[in-house]
């Protein structure tokens, strides 16, 4: 090899193909987050189609003077049903790794029903539902970041709970102090 060439190696293809090798292969490897993003995009949307992102339904939905909201969750609820039952029963694999969808059943654990009452309590007072938050964000509702906000704090709390219960033994234990 010349010093000319060593100083200027040319490449194998040309400028055009190696962009258009780039993104194939960008796209291969980024293929699970790029679908997720598009599905991601597609759920806000259909939420904020379906009244989901307005902070009256939740109002109106908990004081049981508009149920829209509830015949949309109920409708949610039947459609992912139906959904799952027909991935069991046809053992499906996943779009993305290719392995057969499971669906392993959690053990009930203490503290579960505190929980969902604490998780019905924040939705009420903040007319959001954690799964509403981003869509509502990408609507340019600024109060939704309070509630994000609320979201992560509840969540750290939850970590440092579960941490201190495990090195500690119970739930009973904590409340003692």
Known sequence: MSKQ???NPQHRYSWLTSIRLTIISFGYAYRANILSLFMGILFG?????AGATTFDYHAEMFLLTDLQLMKVIGTAVVVAMIGV??????HINSITTGTEVDFV???YQQGLIAGAFLFGIGW????????TVPAMLGEGKISALFTLI????????YGVLQTFIASQ???GDVLKD
Do not use: I, V
Request: with cysteine.
């Open 5 to 7: 060439e060593e100083k």
């Open 85 to 90: 039952s027909l991935l069991k029963k046809f």
């Open 150 to 157: 609320g979201l992560l704090l509840g969540t750290m709390a």
């Open 105 to 107: 059943k959690k053990p």
């Open 169 to 171: 033994g119970r739930y």
């Open 45 to 49: 949307y259909l939420m904020s189609h």
């Open 124 to 131: 009420a007072m903040t007319a959001s539902c954690p799964g």
